[in-house]
């Protein structure tokens, strides 16, 4: 290993100032800080510093979401086992969820570093770390059987106008993965909506009759509805799928491949608290919001509206609320940065969530809106939250005087 | 009594190198420098030329806009060199010192018989008028100024500070007459915050004239910034001055002896010192002169004068500034480790985030060197800052108005209640490593240029 940082060293004078390369500056240094830490000393200011690089804090929540990697991966040959009624063991599942996946991971990262490097590279910037984050998520929010060249473009749109003109990773409004997804829905609704996308296999079964495996066909009475469809009809619907709160906990149904499994969400969000990555304050008042309209719901339904029956902690484990509550809705760069900003932050990010879902029966997931919409007005939050805070501070002052 | 304010939030940076407490030898004066760049924003106008004799008391400099405040030798001796920087800016007038010390003459006074423009004339001649700090901003005093009240801080919690008991422990009387004098000076309000640990063993609890406060917590809890606006903030308008203890007890000796003496009993410290322990210094004193506690290839090492979060690397040729009472020891660290940011152990590396695992080891001491451990960034977390700062303020809103230069922003936000140490901790902790006190350091020069 010595020897390859020797290596660096000699090769380096060619990429700096004045060498042959140096218009590739950018690139070298993004692979020369990934390989090692660099001999750089402090210049100005305190002549220690703290260990910790924004490189560590994305490692960080790259490992959260690892658990729900795992899961979406057996869990996406799962559905599609249940699908055709192929009756794999749980490495064949594996398998074709880890086949499905992948293309899905090299476009994203393909896509996406690319243009980071090229614009880093324009810019005379160096290459930011925001994106391992980014392209981790993207593919875990999207359906399964999504066409890779949809995903590229969508990619490309939020890296491009979600990032890189405003400056790139720390100066963006709103969060990426969740633009990408978005650009998706409201680009290519047929592949983002409705019952057949998020089963692995089905949409091509469906359009030419093969699949990846697909035995003697999709099996009688497969619906391929998520659970939040059939939650949009009350909770007897949801039953009469055969789907238990446990199974919403546990993650074995239908969905985007990283949303589905609570126990894997809880697991990324232990680990994020613990080392203070994301803010507890949005994940419990985002919680507590969706909570609050729950049971609201709950207290003004009738028959006539079964949808507002739903238990109001169903909301917790249906369709994208964890997911996006643990790992979106708690990017710091675009929720609100005062303390308590992040407490209605994530509370109106709950709450129009489960308002989206119980009122907009069109389109049952308010996980992505909601966040994006509070992406926008959290600057605004932090706005009045702190005038608030100096307004109580110049009075204090008075009153010492 | 009055009540122990307690500052939950802050950080002691575990660093090893803590000076013992004695005394390990006597630097005898050498060559001296005074160095216009101690103080913020001065710019001089040179009194001496190469080749003048001066005592221990004569002026070198003087402030250019005020001229009555001087800036004088530490010791006697001949200027050996004027050292000019870029533009002719003025680095330093070394002063090769005689072997024997004179001193100028002040005459010994009795304080209770001086009035506050006696004292202030006192204080000005002898060059010791520069100890006092104005709030904002952190600059010199103004001697036109009655301030609304002085502040001085009886601990450091900085990393591995000297220990003021220890440094100032036949100071007592100096210190006395010295709070006695700036008394005078603020119309009779000096604040001292001491330490709850150990406020009743301290000698200075029984300081007299002085308005006692208690403070208990981490660094920067002994910051005089952190104190004044727990005990009574800084608005627009208010001017307030403050005192190092160490500058307060040379004020004492200038009064009780009539010599311009700083010297002081100076801590040199740091991972990178072999036995780390006190020297009896001066201000000025070259730290080619403690050259001898480096334990590696003095080339290898940076010579802070200073603390590791706000002193300044004047390398092995430099001197020790006009406010320090510590050297802080400590190696480059240009070595690079192959995928140290993936890494999950790092036990020799110290995090406040919980990110590696030194929260599991808190009484370890870690041998820190200068690497950045990273590359700048854009600021992203946004709630590292305020764990480590114990102040009403929000500072990366602060810090944007600065890099924006808005001066509207930077009065709302807090620009008069802190200098560059006050956010030197958040800079330690900053993720995104960016020199939070550079942007600091360019909003408070923005402010001085736009409001005089």
Known sequence: MNGLVKFMHKIKPTFSEGGRLSFLHSTFEAFESFLYVPGTVTAKGTHVKDAVDLKRVMIIVVLALVPSLLFGIWNTGY????????????????????????????????????????????????????????????????PIDVPLWMLAIAVAFAVIIGKEIFGGTGMNIWNPALLCRAFLFFSYPSKMSGDTVWTGGLSRYLADGTAYACGNGVVDGFSGATPLVHAGQGIQSLESAGISFLDLFVGNVGGAVGETSVIA?????????????????????????????????????????????LPAYYHLVLG?????????????VTSAQTETGKWIYGFL????????????????????????????????????????????????????? | ???????????????????????????????????????????PRLLVREGDTVLAGSPVFADKVSPDILFTSPVSGTVSEIVRGEKRKLLEVRIKADVEQKSVDFGARKISSMQASEIREHLLRSGLWPALVQRPYGIIARPSDTPKAIFVSAFSTAPLAANLEYTLRDGFEDVQTG??????????????????????????????????????????????????????????????????????????????????????????????????????????????SVADFCNGPAEDIRFISGDVLTGKNVGKDGFLGFYDNQVTLIKEGTGCEILGWAKPFRSKQFSASRTYFSWLTPKKRFDMDTNTHGEPRAFVLSNVYSKVLPMDIYPVYLLKACLAGDIDKMEKFGIYEVIEEDLALCEFVCPSKINIQEILSDGINLMLKEMA
Do not use: C
């Not at chain 1, 994208?320 to 710091?332: E, I, K, L, Q, R």
């Not at chain 2, 304010?5 to 407490?21: H, M, N, T, W, Y």
């Not at chain 2, 307060?248 to 002896?257: E, H, S, Y």
């Open chain 2, 179 to 288: 709070i006695n004098a700036l008394a005078k000076l603020a119309n009779g309000t000096v604040h001292v915050s001491f330490s709850n640990e150990n406020y009743s063993g301290t000698p200075f609890h029984k300081l007299e004239n002085i308005t006692p406060h208690i403070f208990a917590g981490r660094h920067p809890a002994g910051n005089v910034g952190v104190q004044i606006s727990h005990i009574s903030p800084i608005v627009k308008g208010d001017v307030v001055w403050t005192v190092s203890l160490t500058m307060v007890a040379a004020i004492g000796r200038l009064f009780n002896t009539g010599k311009y003496d700083v010297s002081r009993l100076v801590a040199v410290t740091g991972p990178a010192a072999s036995e780390p322990a006190y020297v009896k210094g001066f201000a000025g004193m070259p730290l080619a």
């Open chain 2, 1 to 43: 009594m009055s009540n122990i304010i307690e500052l939950k939030r802050g950080l002691d940076i575990p660093i090893s190198g803590q000076a013992v407490q004695k005394a390990k030898k006597v630097i005898i004066p050498d060559v001296a420098a005074v160095k216009p760049t101690d103080f913020r924003g001065l710019i």
């Open chain 1, 320 to 332: 994208g609320f964890a997911f996006g509550t643990v790992f979106m809705a708690t990017d710091p």
């Open chain 1, 79 to 142: 559905q599609h086992d249940a699908a055709f009624g192929l009756g794999w063991n749980f490495w064949q599942m594996v398998w074709y969820g880890f086949v499905k996946i992948i293309p899905l991971y090299l476009v994203s990262y393909i896509v996406g570093l690319g243009i980071e490097f090229i614009s880093a590279q324009i810019r005379g910037h160096q290459v930011n770390e925001g994106y391992l984050v980014t392209g981790m998520l993207i593919p875990l929010i999207v």
């Open chain 1, 265 to 309: 969400i809880l697991l990324g969000a232990i680990l994020l608290i613990w080392t203070g990555v994301a803010s507890w304050k949005i994940m419990a008042s985002s919680v507590i919001g969706a909570l609050a309209v729950g049971f609201l719901a709950n207290a003004l339904a009738t028959d006539a509206t079964p949808y507002l029956q």
């Open chain 1, 349 to 401: 990010v709950g709450a129009l969530t489960v308002t989206v879902r119980l009122f907009n029966p069109g389109y049952m997931e308010g996980m992505m809106l909601a966040i994006l919409l509070m992406n926008t007005f959290a600057p605004l939050i932090d706005h009045y939250v702190v005038e608030a805070s100096l307004n109580r501070k110049a009075k204090k002052v008075k009153s010492l005087r």
